[in-house]
């Protein structure tokens, strides 16, 4: 079946603009997280969406990000004003929301802000 | 909070050797899992390991978890040159799903 897409999966942007990053979860799954990797900082939690709860945004790295799922399906991450250290890939998993589930990591956006 | 570290995080052997990586965490982690990631691809699920002695096989990667230690072994027997790759493992902790990973270990099999 199709796994976890995301787009677009290369975006170039120049210091200061807005980027959205788009993902589509597998069907049926509950739960979707965004995480970034970056050399520095290898992989990072950045949101987490479980059903109707309420976002975890424990790892957002700055009120310039933000995240919202909308209908329980598709996601959108934001950030905005964009600054060089923001260039990562940023990746996006699913999961079917119950504990201890396998997250299912989509191919990434890798983002480059120059 | 929870700490999760590896080694070795480089890791070059030989076709057909075994060997160990280790991943060590801080706190208790109410699960430990293991992914693969090939150059210039995203993350791919290996083994989620949930309890003490937990042990899974694929082939020929095993994956062990000691709770008490705080520490998940992936054995690698014979190894071939498709299994390079960066291995990173993660847990998570306090019913959160989210995923605090290692910095990873990327392991080169040469003929």
């Known amino acids: 079946g199709a796994g976890v897409s995301q787009s677009p999966s290369n975006k170039v942007t120049e210091k200061g603009k807005d980027v959205e990053l788009r993902c589509d979860p597998i069907?049926?799954?509950?739960?979707l997280y965004w995480y970034r990797q970056s050399l520095g900082q290898g992989l990072e939690f950045l949101i987490y969406f479980q059903g109707n709860s309420a976002p975890d945004k424990s790892g957002l790295p700055s009120d310039r990000f933000s995240a919202e799922r909308t209908g329980g399906s598709v996601s959108t991450l934001t950030i905005q004003r964009t600054q060089q250290e923001d260039s990562a890939v940023y990746l996006c998993?699913?999961?079917?929301?119950?504990?201890?589930?396998?997250?299912?990591f989509g191919p990434g956006t890798r983002l480059t802000v120059l | 909070e929870l700490k999760v570290e590896q080694n070795p995080l480089f890791l070059s052997m030989q076709e057909g050797k075994n060997y160990t990586i280790y991943c060590n965490y801080s706190?208790?982690?109410?699960?430990l899992y293991w992914y693969r990631q090939d150059p210039g691809k995203s993350l791919e699920s290996l083994f989620v390991l949930l309890s003490n002695g937990a042990v899974k096989q694929e082939g020929r990667l095993m994956a062990s978890l000691d709770t008490k230690a705080r520490l998940s072994t992936l054995h690698i027997t014979a190894a071939v040159h498709d299994l390079s790759a960066t291995y990173f493992c993660?847990?998570?902790?306090?019913?959160?799903?989210?995923?605090?990973f290692g910095k990873g270990t990327k392991l080169t099999v040469n003929p």
């Open positions: 069907s049926g799954h509950t739960a």
């Open positions: 706190t208790t982690s109410d699960r």
């Open positions: 998993a699913s999961s079917l929301g119950i504990a201890a589930d396998t997250q299912y």
């Open positions: 993660a847990g998570s902790q306090g019913g959160s799903e989210k995923l605090v």
